[in-house]
């Protein structure tokens, strides 16, 4: 089954938001498997962002991301990755749909409140950076025959 990495950001725990962000996932009938809140530090962050390295805005970034903890998780569905990010809408909230999380909760480029896997083939390397495989649960949903036909 898909599986994906979302990570509400610093300034979603600073502004009260991880459970609204979390929230929309669940309800959107994706499969909570693992949480946990923790601090990044800047080998971690520079490892997530890798591909962003020697970008202009990479040095601000890692110090966003590394401000104050911040809260991992991972769901799981079908088609979880993507379904994720059209969630998350685009990169920049000021062009995000009304209805994305971060065009419901955002302004800023730089502010964008969550991370989420961009493929399926990341996705499980990002897992790997936040989770060790007994920190996610494999379990029965009862409301899954609710979810999927
Ligand atoms: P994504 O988070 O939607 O996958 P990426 O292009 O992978 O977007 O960029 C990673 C993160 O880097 C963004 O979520 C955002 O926090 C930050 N970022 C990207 N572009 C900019 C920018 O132009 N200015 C400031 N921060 C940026
Ligand atoms: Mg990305």
């Known amino acids: ?6 990570l509400v950001k610093p300034d979603g725990v600073q502004r009260g938001l991880v459970g609204a962000i979390i929230s929309r996932l669940e309800q959107r009938g994706l499969k909570l498997v693992a949480l946990k809140m ?4 800047e080998a971690l962050a520079q490892r997530l962002y890798a591909i962003h390295r020697g ?3 990479f040095e601000r970034l890692i110090k966003y991301v590394t401000a104050c903890p911040l809260v991992a998780a991972v769901f799981e569905g079908e088609g979880a990755v993507a379904l994720t990010r059209q969630a998350m ?17 955002g302004i ?4 964008n409140l969550v991370h989420g896997s961009d493929s399926v083939e990341n996705a499980q390397p990002e897992i790997d ?3 060790t495989p007994q920190e996610i649960y494999s379990y ?3 409301t899954d025959s609710w979810i999927f036909e």
């Open 89 to 105: 809408g685009e990169t920049d909230p000021a062009r995000a749909s009304p209805g994305s999380i971060r065009g419901d909760f």
């Open 129 to 131: 950076l936040f989770f």
């Open 55 to 57: 970008k202009p805005f």
């Open 108 to 111: 800023d480029i730089g502010r």
């Open 1 to 6: 089954m898909e599986r994906t990495l979302v």
């Open 38 to 41: 923790l601090w990044l530090d």
């Open 140 to 142: 029965p949903r009862d």
